[in-house]
């Protein structure tokens, strides 16, 4: 293929997928199939491989990602992006459009939409292609996160039509309840956090550094404003421009109505009150515009929002069922948490059968009895929530519902820990949903990330013999694991049995991989065991501020309940529950046999220092902030001399090393025990250098590329 040809083919082929793409997306009417599609974005990018001379920003291959960002770019809108005001009432409806009938000369023709629950995105358009996408921010400048934006299969690339030279579209990002259930599945098996709704679900996926892994969460966007100079030249009316953009390929929602009356108006927000359940996406009101450019203009805005728009806001969903049953579940810690079944009703979109009780209190608060009819709401949260019982409704004779007082597993009678309202069963190392759920916790992608073990593979290990605790996963071996096979239930997004069950199963490949795994797993470093142990209180981050303070294990189990809770942001809860956990000897029997197994429990140290060791034998306690150094970068400054770092002060410091914004408490302290008290000047002539640390001169030069 000749370069000349390779041009026109590329040039074509765009066009002809960005026709389909439009085709599908925007006018939901494709005309070739999935697979013609996918041939065909797969010939383009082969050709802008050979030829990348000719591969285009706006090409339909960047919509599959694959740019990395590694920092957003904050970027100054050109025009500000502002924020609706809210209402809530009818009231509030009749008052605005009062204001507007005062403020305007002339009929008012005000335009209704639908709110969508998602985040504002600016699109900038430059001779048709999309040259950049800035999020709100804080409404003057927001990031830039055109990579990923590009991926949203109804932001166009590359217009067609007349459109203008240089525009902006505001939109909202969504990401529809079918992506966003799918990927909240896939949190689940991955053992992270789930997100509350699909708005923070969107807001996570547009930060994300991998563009790739943007296209594969499938958002969605709908624009709902044109921004130009001169718009008002061009179009006479809001709606006009609109369906003017439609044409060019944008995504506008059909969803809109051109009302003159307060009755017009809420026969849309009562409709939609109503049909918004039937949206694959999440809505949360209606938004109102004066249609007129003209009338917009005469209006104008206040500093925050435009005068001439208002939102009305829905009521949060709730709906009344029946309480059928309660089940107690446990958890890895052995909390017995109360879970309501219901009679299956549908609310904000999908099917609730289930709510949390949270515990005992919250049973007695609301006097729950089996058969009430009770008032579930949801809100942000993905658990729905009981808000009240209709006690008219109680049925006569109805039982009151009793905490359990024995371990719905295993039986064993249950303890509450003084001023708490949680009850625990104490049989850590007997009870099967506490043993699994702490090897579960300990293969989870945060901690030791050994995610072949997971979708029920646990489960059959467990159930087979093979393990019962964390360290005999390491006495797993390919034979043991080869040839394993269980049916196990498949359960909805209620947790309930669906009454379908799926096969597990250890064939030659898994069985293998997940000996891989394992042996992989030992290098993860220190922090993240710690946190795989599942000590009750120590996340992610407490595990990583212990180690950053005690640099391994040895150190942990014999530092004090003092000790620990002197460390910065570990309280005296944390540190009991750390020391509570390593005087049991059960867990000191699975620390030693993971040693054992070759596990890091200890933090690596840093390359050996070919400094002098000037502070050897020196110890340091850092307090404050630094010119020429950032925190973490005179510490390492110490310790490449040779010195140590301490957290606290006490009679075995050296010295107290005092930046800017010095605690008054550690002065105090240190001047009590005589410790002495030098400044960053005084340490450099320790170190014999005035040179700036390098980290923070890298740091102080990435932030000034932010500007
Ligand atoms: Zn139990």
């Known amino acids: 293929m000749t370069k000349e040809d390779a041009r026109q083919r590329i040039a074509a082929l765009s066009e002809e997928l960005e026709r389909h793409n439009y085709n599908y997306y925007i006018l939901a009417k494709p005309t070739i199939s999935d697979y013609e599609f996918d041939m065909k974005l797969e010939e383009l990018a082969r050709l802008e491989h050979e030829f990348p001379e000719f591969l285009s920003p706006s090409s339909p291959t960047q919509r599959v990602g694959g740019g990395i960002t590694k920092e957003f770019q904050s970027v100054k809108h050109r025009y500000p992006m502002l924020s609706l005001s809210n209402s809530y009432s009818k009231e509030d409806i009749e008052d605005f459009i009062d204001r507007i009938k005062k403020g305007v000369d002339g009929e008012v023709e005000f335009c209704c939409e639908l709110k969508f629950d998602g985040l504002s995105i600016s699109l900038q358009y430059e001779d048709g292609i999309l040259v950049r996408a800035v999020t709100r921010g804080d409404g003057a400048q ?116 051109l009302c003159k009356s307060v009755e017009e108006i809420f026969d849309f927000i009562n409709y939609w009150d109503q049909a918004r359940h039937q949206l694959p996406f999440a809505i949360d009101g209606i938004v109102l515009k004066v249609n007129s450019y003209e009338q917009q203009q005469a209006l104008g805005s206040t500093a925050k929002s435009p005068k001439w728009a208002i939102a009305y806001k829905f009521k949060a969903e709730e709906v009344e069922t029946e309480l059928q049953s309660v089940d107690f579940q446990v958890g890895r810690h052995g909390t017995i948490t109360p879970v309501a079944n219901l009679s299956p009703v549908l609310l904000a979109g999908t099917t609730v059968k289930r709510a949390t009780l949270n515990n005992e209190d919250f049973i007695r608060q609301f006097d729950l009895h089996y058969g009430d009819t009770v008032t579930v709401v949801k809100g942000g949260e993905i658990i729905p929530k009981i808000i009240g019982v209709n006690f008219d409704k109680r049925q006569q004779g109805a039982l009151p519902v009793e905490f359990t007082r024995v371990c719905p597993s295993c039986g064993t009678e249950l303890i509450q820990n003084e001023g708490e309202a949680a009850w625990y069963c104490p049989n850590t190392q007997g009870c099967p949903p506490q043993v699994k759920g702490r090897i ?91 946190f795989a142990l599942g000590i009750r209180n120590v996340g992610e981050v407490v595990a990583k501020t212990i180690v950053a303070e005690y640099h391994d294990i040895d150190a942990i189990m014999q530092a004090s309940v003092e000790d620990l809770s002197a460390i910065n942001t570990v309280g005296g809860v944390i540190a009991q529950s750390v020391k509570a956990f390593f005087e049991n000897p059960i867990n000191q029997d699975i620390v030693k046999r993971l040693r054992a197994a070759g596990l890091q429990f200890a933090k690596v140290e840093a390359v050996e220092s070919d400094k002098p060791q000037l502070l050897a034998g020196k110890t340091f306690v850092v307090s404050g902030v630094f010119t020429n150094y950032s925190r973490d970068g005179i510490k390492a400054a110490i310790e490449s001399y040779g010195g140590k770092n301490a957290s606290s002060i006490s009679s075995k410091t050296d010295y107290v090393l005092a930046g ?30 005035a040179e700036k640390n390098n980290d923070s001169k890298e740091e102080a030069e990435q932030q000034l590329s932010l500007f």
Not at 202 to 224: F, I, M, P, W
Not at 508 to 527: G, H, M, R, W, Y
Not at 672 to 685: C, H, M, N, Y
């Open 142 to 257: 927001g990031d830039d996160v055109t990579t990923n934006i590009k991926t949203i299969r109804t932001v166009p690339l590359k217009l067609h039509g007349d459109f203008p030279p240089f525009f902006e579209m505001r939109g909202e990002v969504v990401m529809p309840f079918e992506s966003f259930d799918k990927l909240n599945e896939q949190r689940i098996e991955a053992g992270d956090d789930l997100f509350a709704n699909p708005r923070n679900a969107a807001a996570g996926t547009l930060k994300l550094q991998d563009s790739k892994e943007v296209a594969r969460r499938h958002l969605d966007n709908y624009c709902y404003y044109m921004m130009m100079d001169d718009l008002e030249q061009r179009y006479q009316t809001h709606y006009e421009s609109l369906q003017a953009a439609k044409k060019w390929g944008f995504n506008i929602s059909n969803y809109m109505c």
């Open 660 to 689: 800017d914004k010095m605690g008054p408490e550690k002065r105090k302290k240190a001047e009590a025990l005589g410790v002495p008290i030098i400044s960053e000047e005084d340490f450099q002539k320790m170190i014999g250098s």
């Open 440 to 530: 579960e916790h300990f293969i989870s992608r945060k901690a030791m990330n050994i995610e072949s073990l997971g979708e029920g593979k646990i489960e059959l290990l467990y159930d087979e013999g093979l393990i019962k605790d964390v360290a005999d996963l390491y006495a797993l071996t390919y034979d043991k694991l080869f040839g394993l096979a269980k049916e196990i239930p498949i359960l909805d997004e209620n947790g309930i049995e669906t009454g379908k069950t799926r096969k597990v199963s250890f064939k030659e490949k898994t069985a293998q991989n997940i000996i891989d795994a394992l042996e992989k797993s030992k290098t993860v470093p220190f922090e993240r065991v710690l």
